[in-house]
């Protein structure tokens, strides 16, 4: 089956850094998204990876090894705001999304 | 603002009553799901539309039925809910190309409960 693990809940220091994995398995691949999710809001597009590597933009960024079948968010400089879920998401061969669980980031000052 | 609309906000239903959700998108896309978000669970695709086209059925029960009378606009009709149906609901759209990534653009969702 398909499947997609990341943790349920890290909290953090404002100020510091935070990563948060996401390890696949799926049947084929056609790119990973992160998306961010406070209480009670819509989900919104955060990054999107395909190729092996590192993804900047801003304080957020996402790497993705696909040989590993791993990804993970980097966020830097954590503000209070921040305090959100982390869903990460894979896009398998039949163009289908399959979900985590989200990752539910605490800030704390 | 993500250009895709979400109305109620929050509904509470008997089991036997009869209740509609309506999504409204904005943003041109031609395509548009419905998905049910649990506590601690992952987003469980229920329906998609490709141009009002049902083309994905991710074998829901029939209390729930999907209308899309055009690309905008989406419905979920709900009848004789149990009360493990209680969940966010999320409506999303995207477009055909999807622009840059193909990134799904989320409305805020209905709370739904179930009494």
């Known amino acids: 089956g398909q499947n997609i693990d990341q943790p349920t809940e890290m909290t953090a220091t404002e100020g510091a850094i935070v990563q948060i994995n996401c390890t696949y398995q799926t049947s084929g691949f056609n790119g990973l998204f992160w998306y961010q999710q406070h209480a009670g809001e819509a989900p919104t597009f955060l990054s999107y990876n395909v190729l092996d590597g590192l993804e900047e933009k801003g304080r957020f960024s996402s790497f993705l090894s696909r040989s590993k079948g791993y990804s993970y968010l980097l966020l830097k400089e954590l503000q209070m705001k921040d305090s959100a879920s982390y869903l990460c998401a894979v896009m398998d061969s039949n163009y289908q999304l399959i979900w985590g669980a989200g990752t539910k980031l605490i800030i704390k000052p | 603002e993500t250009g895709v609309t979400q109305t109620p906000r929050h509904l509470v239903m008997g089991m036997t009553n009869k209740k509609s959700l309506k999504c409204e998108q904005h943003l041109g896309h031609n395509a548009m799901y419905w998905y049910k978000q649990s506590a601690k669970k992952p987003l469980e695709l229920m329906f998609v539309y490709n141009f009002k086209e049902q083309t994905e059925n991710n074998s829901v029960p029939s209390r729930f039925s999907p209308e899309c009378p055009n690309s905008s606009h989406l419905f979920l009709h709900l009848h004789t809910l149990q009360p493990e149906d209680s969940a966010l609901y999320l409506c999303?759209?995207?477009?055909?190309?999807?622009?840059?990534?193909?990134?799904?653009?989320f409305g805020e969702g209905s709370r739904l409960t179930v009494l």
């Open positions: 999303a759209s995207r477009g055909q190309a999807g622009g840059e990534t193909g990134e799904l653009f």
